[in-house]
């Protein structure tokens, strides 16, 4: 089974920054699936933050745009997250996930995605 690999969380202050990286047990960035960066926080539910296809078109939660920018890097089957400006209320878990469904158009529904990893937790302190 596919499963992505997140890694660069961690803690930092008000306005900080973390870059998230995410790669895969398979090349699921390589092969230009659909990549998205989900959060969650407990007893919330889970949102998309950025999702990425296969031609570097990018969509974002409203929230996140000019601040946080999601790329892909496909000869590293790694997909990044970029993280700037942190708000105390983005503290969550962030979960890389890859749409294996072929889909013609990059989805933010969790349902579309099929492989997910299990996350790196982010903590933004006040």
């Known amino acids: 089974q596919v499963q992505p690999v997140e890694s660069g969380g961690g803690s930092v202050e008000t306005g900080g920054s973390l870059r998230l990286s995410c790669t895969a047990s398979?090349?699921?960035?390589?092969?230009?699936?659909?990549m998205a960066w989900f959060r969650q926080v407990p007893g919330k539910t889970r949102e998309a933050v950025a999702i990425?296809?296969?031609?570097?078109?990018?969509d974002y939660l409203v929230s996140v745009k000019g601040r946080i920018t999601i790329s892909r890097d496909n000869a590293r089957n790694t997909v990044y997250l970029q993280m700037n400006s942190l708000k105390p209320e983005e503290g969550a878990m962030y979960y890389c996930?890859?749409?294996?469904?072929?889909?013609?158009?990059?989805?933010?529904?969790?349902?579309?995605?099929?492989?997910w990893g299990q996350g790196t937790q982010v903590t933004v302190s006040s």
């Open positions: 990425i296809d296969n031609l570097n078109t990018t």
């Open positions: 996930a890859a749409d294996l469904s072929r889909s013609i158009e990059c989805e933010f529904s969790q349902h579309r995605y099929n492989a």
């Open positions: 398979a090349p699921v960035v390589t092969r230009g699936y659909c």
